[in-house]
């Protein structure tokens, strides 16, 4: 039978399509199909929480008549029509999926009691327990308690089961205790998320259509940005700026049009910047001389016109609000919230879901996530005036899975973020020209290498190449790793790292790993990234690596040292090689387990393995495959990347005592982030 979860609030602006984000995501890592629906709808053409949710990765394709019920006006008109043909649709749709998760109604059209009680009948037919959602904001924790207890009093006449309760946009310093009280209204699974502004935040095209504003000018794209803020300018400039706010839409009287050139700069600042917006309110013409003036800049914030009053404007756009997962943004910001403060196991038990023994790609994802923020680490990217890069950091900054230090001039990169409309005031950025951090850096790079004659004018010149710049953060603690490549080779990422880091005790060389997230498990692949034909010592030093790269990933290292031959039933120099690797690897880590040579096929399948190795620990179920040289590992993890849908992350660089990771010049900012994430994890455990 198809379980399935009712998620519902007693008001609006209770950020519920965030909480079943979360919780579809949550569930499409236990179950093979996650199917979602909405009872009741305000159209059923264009529903933006069904929208987002069809978005997502892990809600299968399905069009948005599959997942809408009817709308408010059908429900008025006959409530009983309606709920029979909610009940088929629903039920129509539970056939095809695991799990459906239901979102209830918006309180966009009913009054609240209404509505309320109607979300409840709705449930009880569709015979779904429920998560109910309440806002904590601008309330006492006695009034949190009541308002929880009231609503859940309404579901349970109703027959109604509730699981969960959800509390959002709480207090930093109210969370514990606002969850300790609704813990007291019912003993049931209890979350409460701290605020986090931009869920609620509406979108600068929701601004200006609720106030009739027109583009004036800036870029249409940012558009679709979030305003976290409304600030009306009516004050000097100095004034001004002192209550500036990140990503605010502000609002400027249009005969203050002398306000306009500042707050441009403000914008592309890294002190006051980047603005959301700016409004234009009384609807007075722009003079041509103000016109021409910004007619020859490039103007990308939005600038808007609108024939409201200042005072009008400012009442209306207090009263937009937004979707909490209508952008990407929101979304990431979502699942951070929700990874961070939802107990998966107790939400799970709640509704008697079995959490999954596989590990799929959506799954290993969210565990690499969930694996970075247990302890934020510091990563260097020396790669500023790559854009790939600046929309990584700003992707990464969301997730919350790492602190971002960026190297350039802070002017020139706020002003590039403000041009792509990211939002990086949460990153670090060190300027490496700065005279007091080279000279630093120059003393320490040629004291480490003197042996080779290096001078402090040559260490001056060398620091100029910014991955010599930021390895040396590494290197002094200023950072716990790096990501480098999108620009530069991978020679010239790893040779600093050589030069000063330098590999671990006991190992001699430096390799590249593929984690290969296969369909339903974790793999890791070496050597596929650095050395063409390895020694049978750096084999086995590759083998060792590898095995505590799978460890720090969640994955028990059964390591392959794989070769043409099984055993004994073959011999040459490359098998040979392979052997002695072997021999190599267990004398160094004896409990390792470890087998080779071995074929693929006995390394993956049991049927083989049984009649080549019966008695082996890895064949049939090896998790870490060490390839005989660079060719072979290459081809490999290319080929079973493309042909059988495996995720392949990486390479991730190991051996060395800091982590140091090298992109492809040809990545994506997908696998920039993905970098990141695994940079940030290796750090954890150097």
Same mark, same amino acid.
């Given at each position: 039978?198809?379980?399935?979860?009712?998620?519902? /609030?007693?008001? #609006?602006?209770?950020?519920?399509?965030?909480?079943?984000?979360?919780? =579809?995501?949550?569930?499409? #890592?236990?179950?093979?199909?996650? %199917?979602? !629906?909405?009872?009741?709808?305000?159209?059923? $053409?264009? $529903?933006?929480?069904?929208? @987002?949710?069809?978005?997502?990765?892990?809600?299968?394709?399905? %069009?948005?008549?599959?997942? *809408?019920? *009817?709308?408010?006006?059908?429900?008025?008109?006959?409530?009983?029509?309606?709920?029979?043909?909610?009940?088929?649709?629903?039920?129509?749709?539970?056939?095809?999926?695991?799990?459906?998760?239901?979102?209830?109604? $918006?309180?966009?059209?009913?009054?609240?009691?209404?509505?309320?009680?109607?979300? /409840?009948?709705?449930?009880?037919?569709?015979?779904?327990?429920?998560?109910? *959602?309440?806002?904590?904001?601008? &309330?006492?924790?006695?009034?949190?308690?009541?308002?929880?207890?009231?609503?859940?009093?309404? !579901?349970?006449?109703?027959?109604?089961?509730? *699981?969960?309760?959800?509390?959002?946009?709480?207090?930093? $310093?109210? =969370?514990?205790?606002?969850?300790?009280?609704?813990?007291?209204?019912?003993?049931?699974?209890?979350?409460? !998320?701290?605020?986090?502004?931009?869920?609620? /935040?509406?979108? =600068?095209?929701?601004? +200006?259509?609720?106030?009739?504003?027109?583009?004036?000018?800036?870029?249409?794209? +940012?558009?679709?940005?979030?305003?976290?803020?409304?600030?009306?300018?009516?004050?000097?400039?100095p004034n001004v700026l002192d209550h500036l706010r990140r990503e605010a839409t502000v609002i400027v009287p249009a005969d203050r049009l002398d306000l306009l050139p500042p707050l441009i700069m403000a914008h592309r600042s890294s002190t006051y910047g980047p603005l959301a917006s700016i409004v234009m309110t009384g609807g007075f013409d722009v003079p041509d001389s103000v016109a021409n003036l910004l007619g020859s800049t490039e103007v990308d914030l939005p600038i808007g016109r609108t024939r409201l009053d200042t005072f009008s404007t400012a009442v209306v756009l207090q009263g937009v609000s937004g979707i909490s997962t209508a952008s990407p943004r929101k979304i990431e910001v979502a699942r951070d919230l929700f990874d961070r403060h939802v107990d998966e196991e107790a939400l799970l038990k709640a509704i008697d879901l079995p959490r999954s023994e596989i590990r799929t790609p959506t799954m290993f994802e969210h565990q690499l996530m969930q694996m970075a923020r247990r302890h934020l680490k510091r990563i260097v990217l020396p790669e500023s005036t790559d854009d790939r890069i600046l929309r990584a950091a700003d992707i990464v900054l969301q997730r919350g899975v790492a602190e971002i230090i960026l190297l350039g001039?802070?002017?020139?990169?706020? #002003? &590039?973020? /403000?041009?792509?409309?990211?939002?990086?005031?949460?990153?670090?950025?060190?300027?490496?020209?700065? @005279?007091?951090?080279?000279?630093? !850096? @120059?003393?320490?790079?040629?004291?480490? #290498?003197?042996?080779k004659g290096v001078t402090i004018e040559q260490a001056r010149e060398k620091l100029t190449d910014l991955s010599y710049f930021g390895t040396m953060m590494v290197h002094l603690g200023m950072a716990d790793g790096m990501v480098s490549g999108a620009v530069n080779t991978t020679a010239n990422t790893i040779r600093p790292s050589l030069e000063f880091v330098k590999t671990k005790p006991g190992v001699s060389v430096v390799s590249g790993s593929f984690l290969m997230s296969m369909s339903s498990r974790v793999v890791v692949y070496a050597d596929c990234a650095v050395n063409p034909n390895p020694t049978a010592e750096q084999l086995a030093d590759i083998a060792i690596s590898s095995a505590e790269t799978a460890v720090s990933f969640g994955v028990e290292p059964r390591v392959a040292m794989l070769s043409y031959s099984t055993g004994d039933s073959g011999s040459g120099e490359d098998v040979d090689l392979v052997r002695e690797a072997t021999r190599i690897a267990k004398e160094k880590q004896p409990d390792l387990k470890v087998e080779g040579p071995i074929q693929f096929d006995a390394a993956v399948d049991s049927v083989v393995a049984a009649k080549k190795m019966p008695d082996s620990e890895v064949a049939g179920r090896a998790t870490v495959f060490i390839f005989p040289d660079l060719n072979t590992g290459n081809n490999t993890y290319k080929a079973v990347q493309r042909t059988s849908g495996a995720v392949a992350i990486g390479p991730v660089l190991q051996g060395l005592r800091k982590p140091v990771n090298d992109l492809s010049r040809g990545a994506l900012v997908d696998d920039i982030v993905s970098t990141i994430t695994i940079t940030a994890i290796q750090a954890q455990t150097n």
């Open positions: 039978m198809t379980k399935s979860v009712f998620i519902a /609030a007693s008001e #609006r602006q209770v950020n519920k399509s965030a909480i079943a984000l979360g919780v =579809v995501e949550l569930f499409a #890592r236990q179950v093979k199909s996650v %199917g979602f !629906f909405r009872p009741l709808v305000p159209s059923l $053409d264009a $529903d933006p929480i069904a929208t @987002a949710l069809l978005n997502a990765k892990a809600v299968p394709p399905q %069009g948005v008549e599959e997942c *809408v019920g *009817v709308t408010y006006e059908t429900w008025a008109d006959d409530p009983a029509a309606s709920l029979d043909h909610i009940v088929a649709k629903y039920s129509a749709l539970a056939e095809r999926h695991d799990v459906v998760v239901v979102i209830g109604s $918006d309180f966009a059209d009913l009054t609240v009691g209404t509505e309320l009680d109607t979300n /409840a009948q709705i449930a009880a037919n569709l015979n779904t327990p429920i998560i109910y *959602v309440c806002r904590t904001a601008d &309330r006492t924790i006695e009034e949190v308690r009541r308002l929880a207890e009231e609503a859940i009093e309404v !579901f349970e006449a109703r027959d109604n089961t509730v *699981v969960g309760i959800m509390g959002t946009r709480a207090a930093e $310093d109210q =969370v514990d205790a606002i969850a300790t009280a609704l813990r007291e209204v019912r003993d049931v699974a209890v979350s409460v !998320f701290p605020g986090e502004p931009v869920l609620p /935040a509406p979108s =600068v095209a929701a601004q +200006f259509e609720a106030v009739e504003a027109e583009l004036w000018r800036g870029n249409p794209d +940012f558009l679709a940005k979030e305003s976290l803020h409304t600030i009306v300018a009516g004050m000097t400039l001039d802070p002017a020139v990169i706020a #002003r &590039r973020a /403000a041009e792509l409309g990211l939002n990086l005031s949460k990153a670090a950025i060190v300027n490496p020209t700065d @005279a007091e951090l080279v000279e630093r !850096f @120059a003393n320490e790079y040629a004291t480490l #290498r003197a042996h």
